[in-house]
């Protein structure tokens, strides 16, 4: 089934409905709040095929369920100190679930709030109408939904990285670093996002000096990108970073990295030095755009290197939108009407698009996996 037939009409009626009603604060909630909850339902009611690893965290999830608080102690003790593939904050994660719940649904349904209700957050306090609403949500729709629909620490972690991103926006700094060390528990990886804290106190004319720095970066990244890999497994002693970059290079992902390379570009020559300088909220938002720009390209070594710069380039539901308004002030509703085609068309004709069923409609994988 191709659901993303059924996503895209369902944003696509509710943005004319709602918007109907006036671009208000309430309304505008209750729009997020409506197709926020049809993504969850559509990644808590999928069967286990959905995703490629949808079927390994369902059976983590009895797994870890099952282990006693000694074995978790014994794993935290191997992971900090020999080193390991598991981070312990995702063990104790789905341990306390399990406590409370045995229920597959229950445990997707908690652990996929915690990413989609900081970016509910996100989108509520940036956004401020319907057209950079849709677009942002059929941008995370199109390129981001696959992450929660594989099932993963990632997302968790990424919900924790937004929330670090609010509290920096509100310079309550101690808050912000606090999520990233939390999440960096379930999601080692996540203390990259401590590079944006690091980028906010940089002035908006050096900022984009390391924004240029980072795009001539870009061909270096490109032709070593396994020592790259290599090298950050072995400062986070995190394993399946070294095993990511001892593997051959695939060498795929140049239409992904062409167009997020694209979209660095257009938010370089959009947002110059006076707009950052201006907007503090625009600049916390901008230091996301060196960091994708050259983590991006590590994709081209493992397409699972998709991770490192995901919890930077999801902050394109917003910024593409801001560039739109900027650039096309007058004839915005053409341009976004344009590329909101465009991206529908991406999403239901990509190669990497994923074929989806219910649950119900495999009812055996539940036990052959179990």
């Keep these: 089934m191709e659901i993303n037939y059924l996503i895209y009409s369902i944003i696509i009626i509710s943005v004319i409905f709602f918007g109907q009603a006036g671009n208000t604060a309430s309304n505008r909630k209750a729009f997020i709040i409506f197709n926020l909850g049809i993504l969850i339902l559509e990644v808590v009611l999928r069967s ?3 995703g490629s690893d949808t079927h390994v965290y369902y059976q983590l999830f009895y797994n870890f369920s099952s282990m006693s608080w000694g074995e978790i102690w014994k794993q935290f003790v191997i992971r900090y100190t020999v080193g390991g593939t598991e981070d312990i904050g995702y063990i104790l994660l789905v341990k306390c679930i399990g406590s409370i719940t045995h229920s597959w649904f229950v445990y997707t349904l908690l652990t996929d709030l915690m990413f989609f209700i900081p970016f509910g957050i996100l989108l509520y306090r940036y956004a401020k109408d319907f057209w950079q609403l849709s677009l942002g949500l059929l941008i995370y729709v199109t390129l981001f939904h696959i ?12 919900g924790f990285g937004i929330m670090s991103f609010l509290y920096l926006d509100q310079k309550k700094y101690f808050k912000s670093v606090l999520m990233i060390i939390i999440g960096a528990l379930i999601h080692q990886s996540l203390l990259l996002c401590l590079l944006p804290i690091a980028f906010s106190f940089l002035g908006s004319k050096s900022l ?8 001539l970066l870009i061909p270096v990244v490109i032709l070593n990108v396994n020592s790259i890999l290599v090298f950050m497994g072995e400062v986070a002693q995190n394993e399946k970073f070294m095993k990511y970059g001892q593997q051959e290079v695939v060498g795929g992902g140049l239409t992904f990295i062409t167009l ?3 979209c660095s570009l257009l938010c370089y020559f959009t947002f110059n030095s006076k707009k950052i300088a201006e907007n503090n ?22 397409g699972s290197m998709i991770r490192i710069s995901m919890y930077f380039h999801l902050y ?20 976004y009407i ?12 990509s190669s990497g698009r994923i074929n989806y069923y219910f649950f119900w409609q495999q009812p055996e994988l539940f036990n052959y996996y179990r």
């Design 316 to 335: 394109l539901v917003l910024l593409i939108p801001f560039a739109l308004d900027s650039i096309f002030a007058k004839n915005k509703q053409i341009v």
């Design 338 to 349: 344009v590329i909101i085609v465009a991206l529908m068309f991406l999403g239901l004709t």
């Design 147 to 158: 992450i929660a629909l594989c099932g993963g620490r990632q997302l968790f972690a990424m």
């Design 281 to 302: 909220s625009l600049k916390n938002l901008y230091t996301m755009v060196p960091l994708f720009t050259f983590f991006g390209p590590t994709i081209y070594s493992n």
């Design 48 to 50: 286990l095929s959905v």
């Design 260 to 262: 997020l390379e694209s």
């Design 208 to 215: 984009k000096i390391v924004h240029i720095i980072a795009f």
